[in-house]
Structure formats: C-alpha cells, structure tokens
C-alpha cells in the first residue's frame, strides 16, 4: 500500500516446514517502465520458523508493485526451492 504522502509499506512472509531447511525472503519494491528495483530487504529463518519483511519506504509519484521472493535451502546450503510473487500494482 501506499499512503497520501507517499509512504510505501511494503511486507511479505515465508516459511519452510522442515527443521532442517533454511528459508530466505527477499522483498522487493519495484517502479514501473523497467519494473527496477529501488529498495529491497530480506529475512532468513530456520524451519519451520516464519522470516517475514514489513517495512516502510518513501518514493516519487509512480505506479509501484512488490515482488516477493522466497528461497528454501537444506543444511548442506543447496537450494531446494525458489518462488516469487508478485502484488497488484498501486499508482501514487
């Protein structure tokens, strides 16, 4: 979402099931017309513990989407699994 005076807050969540596994969630705000990124942050979490972003970001007027990407990795360090998903897009 974003608010009146510009202030994005930008969240998601992830979790892997298995205590042996390692998920990492990247959480990145985007700006149309190349979709680049302008701010990203990340979380990481043991299984089956939940990393989870929600932060605040001030931008420019724009149109704005969110990609959330989470990434699950096994004791050895191998990744297992990577998914992204994408919010609605949100014009300010």
């Known amino acids: 979402s974003i608010d009146s005076s510009g202030k994005a807050t930008c969240s998601g969540m992830a979790s ?9 969630l990247t959480v990145e705000l985007q700006k149309s017309g190349d979709w680049s990124t ?3 942050w990340s ?7 939940i990393a989870d972003v929600y932060e605040d970001y001030y931008v420019v007027r ?3 989407r969110v990609c959330a990407t989470a990434k699950v990795y096994n ?3 191998t990744l297992l699994e990577s998914q992204s998903l994408y919010s609605d897009t949100v014009v300010y």
């Open 75 to 77: 004791a050895s360090g």
């Open 38 to 40: 302008i701010k990203s």
């Open 43 to 49: 979380a990481t979490a043991p299984g089956p513990h």
């Open 16 to 24: 892997a099931y298995n205590s042996s596994h390692t998920i990492n």
């Open 62 to 64: 724009g149109t704005y």
